[in-house]
Antibody
Framework: EVQLVESGGGLVQPGGSLRLSCSAS????????MHWVRQAPGKGLEYVSA????????YYADSVKGRFTISRDNSKNTLYLQMSSLRAEDTAVYYC??????????????WGQGTLVTVSS | EIVMTQSPATLSVSPGERATLSCRAS??????LAWYQQKPGQAPRLLIY???TRATGIPARFSGSGSGTEFTLTISSLQSEDFAVYYC????????????FGQGTKLEIK
């Protein structure tokens, strides 16, 4: 069974930094692309970032480009999202999502439970 | 970037009745369209992909149709557990904007 467990969320001041983690199990993590999707409180879903299976290719939404960095440690079956220069509009639940073997446009079958990031002074 | 527009924003339907939710793409996405259900405090759950294929374990009362720019999710006989927010998502494009979601339709009990 695919399991994705996010951690690292919390309260951070504007301009601050935070690193999210997503621990994966139930599949061969190193063989699959991974994604981050976020949802502001009471709002819809926003696609944030993606990384290929070997980490060689990454993608960022314009809203986070230059501030967020996606990475992965395949030896630890863990996906990361390093967030810096955080803004109030980054406040959201961040979901870790399993991709396919190739980094392509796709639908999302497997989601984590999400971790809440709150940016506020 | 492809913009996905869902209608209505809120739909009030009685249990046992049919619900029809719409999703429109600003340009053709072929059949690269998915539907998700989300309940409060939960992650989205994949219902439909390829515009009309039910995901594993999804009841037959959920059906999807459409192609190009116009899509529909139909729930044939609403059960109490179906009242939730529904999102469509296109996955046709290349970056940027290769995964875009609609703003959601809240399905509430009438």
């Amino acid at each position: 069974e695919v399991q994705l467990v996010e951690s690292g969320g919390g309260l951070v001041q504007p301009g601050g930094s935070l690193r999210l983690s997503c621990s994966a199990s139930g599949f061969t993590f190193s063989s699959y692309a991974m994604h981050w999707v976020r949802q502001a409180p009471g709002k819809g879903l926003e696609y944030v970032s993606a990384i290929s299976s070997n980490g060689g290719s990454t993608y960022y939404a314009d809203s986070v480009k230059g501030r967020f960095t996606i990475s992965r440690d395949n030896s630890k079956n863990t996906l990361y999202l390093q967030m810096s220069s955080l803004r109030a509009e980054d406040t959201a639940v961040y979901y870790c999502v399993k991709g396919r073997e190739l980094l392509i446009a796709e639908y999302f079958q497997h989601w984590g439970q999400g971790t809440l990031v709150t940016v506020s002074s | 970037e492809i913009v996905m527009t869902q209608s209505p924003a809120t739909l009030s339907v009685s249990p046992g009745e049919r619900a029809t939710l719409s999703c429109r793409a600003s340009q053709s996405v072929s059949s690269n369209l998915a539907w998700y259900q989300q309940k409060p405090g939960q992650a989205p759950r994949l219902l439909i992909y390829g515009a009309s294929t039910r995901a594993t374990g999804i009841p037959a009362r959920f059906s999807g149709s459409g192609s190009g720019t116009e899509f529909t999710l139909t729930i044939s006989s609403l059960q109490s557990e179906d009242f939730a927010v529904y999102y469509c998502q296109q996955y046709n494009n290349w970056p940027p904007g290769w995964h875009t979601f609609g703003q959601g339709t809240k399905l509430e009990i009438k």
